[in-house]
C-alpha cells in the first residue's frame, strides 16, 4: 500500500530556511507519479505550492514561493524534498506532500490542484516567527 511521511518541520524565524523530506513507501517501481507540496494555514483552504514528476522530473511552483523554494527528488532515498528559504510569517501551516499516481508529467498548474492526488500525508507543521 502507498504511503507517504513529512518530515523536517518547525519552528524558524523570519529569512531563515527548512527543508522539508516527503518519504514514499509502497509505490512500484513501474508507477509514473506526481508528488506535490501542499500546504494548509488556520482558517483557509489548501493551497498548493510545487510539484515533481517521478518520470521527466518536471516541476511546478506557485507565485506565492517562486524563487524562495526549491523541490527535488532524491532517487536512492525514494523522498521528494523541499527546501525552503527566505521564510515569511505567511508561510506558517501544515504542510502535507501527496500523490497522483499514473501522471507522467506536470501539467502546468493543474498539478496544485488537491483534488488530483490519490495519496496523502498527514503533515508537517511550519511556524515562522520571531
Known amino acids: 500500500q502507498e504511503r507517504l511521511v513529512e518530515s523536517g518541520g518547525g519552528l524558524v524565524q523570519p529569512g531563515g530556511s527548512l527543508r522539508l523530506s516527503c518519504a514514499a513507501s509502497g509505490f512500484s517501481y513501474m508507477d509514473n507519479y506526481v508528488i506535490g507540496w501542499f500546504r494548509q494555514a488556520p482558517g483557509k483552504e489548501r493551497e498548493g505550492i510545487s510539484c515533481?514528476?517521478?518520470?521527466?522530473?518536471?516541476?511546478y511552483y506557485a507565485d506565492s514561493v517562486k524563487g524562495r523554494f526549491t523541490i527535488s527528488r532524491d532517487i536512492a532515498q525514494n523522498t521528494v524534498n523541499l527546501q525552503m528559504d527566505s521564510l515569511r510569517p505567511e508561510d506558517t501551516a501544515v504542510y502535507f506532500c501527496?500523490?497522483?499516481?499514473?501522471?507522467?508529467?506536470?501539467?502546468?498548474?493543474?498539478?496544485?490542484?488537491?483534488?488530483?492526488?490519490?495519496?496523502w500525508g498527514r503533515g508537517t507543521q511550519v511556524t515562522v516567527s520571531s
Open positions: 501527496a500523490a497522483e499516481i499514473g501522471r507522467n508529467t506536470v501539467h502546468g498548474s493543474l498539478c496544485l490542484i488537491p483534488t488530483y492526488y490519490d495519496v
Open positions: 515533481v514528476s517521478s518520470y521527466d522530473r518536471s516541476t
